[in-house]
């Protein structure tokens, strides 16, 4: 077994969670980023980390930014600790393929629920 089927695998055999707090949300995250792209796309995460740490250590600083953003007022936000339960499950059981083509992207974009207001035609 590869480690990164035996980090995927162990992460699942803690259960995915029913709800990740705003506070936890970077780290929970970029440990799951991080071993999937260790296997999806791991030609990418050997160019670009010394290793899981450095991995886990960037994903977590972008992650932090996003958080910060729609902290600060990106549209009328509110963070949903159920959404990114939901999200951190989608990106640990879909497919390389979808990940490949940033099926993540997609699972993070739903942690907020936005009422942004955005003027068409006037």
């Known amino acids: 077994m590869s ?3 035996g980090l995927l695998l162990a992460l699942a055999a803690c259960g995915a969670p ?11 995250m970029a440990d799951v980023l991080c071993a999937r792209t ?7 995460y050997d160019a670009s ?9 960037t994903a977590e600083r972008t992650l932090d930014g996003i958080v910060d953003d729609f902290a600060s007022g990106i ?8 959404r990114a339960a939901a999200a951190w499950s989608d ?4 497919s390389c393929q979808r990940f490949y083509e940033g099926g993540y992207v997609d699972a993070v974009s739903t ?12």
Not at 75 to 82: E, F, I, L, P
Not at 113 to 122: I, K, R, T
């Open 3 to 5: 480690r990164t089927a």
């Open 18 to 28: 029913n709800h990740i707090e705003q506070a936890d949300f970077s780290a929970r």
């Open 38 to 44: 260790r296997e999806c796309l791991r030609g990418l």
């Open 49 to 57: 980390y010394f290793g899981d740490a450095d991995c886990r250590a």
């Open 75 to 82: 549209g009328d936000c509110a963070y949903d600790a159920d």
């Open 91 to 94: 990106i640990a059981e879909m």
């Open 111 to 122: 942690v907020w629920n936005c009422d942004v207001y955005l003027p068409l035609g006037e």
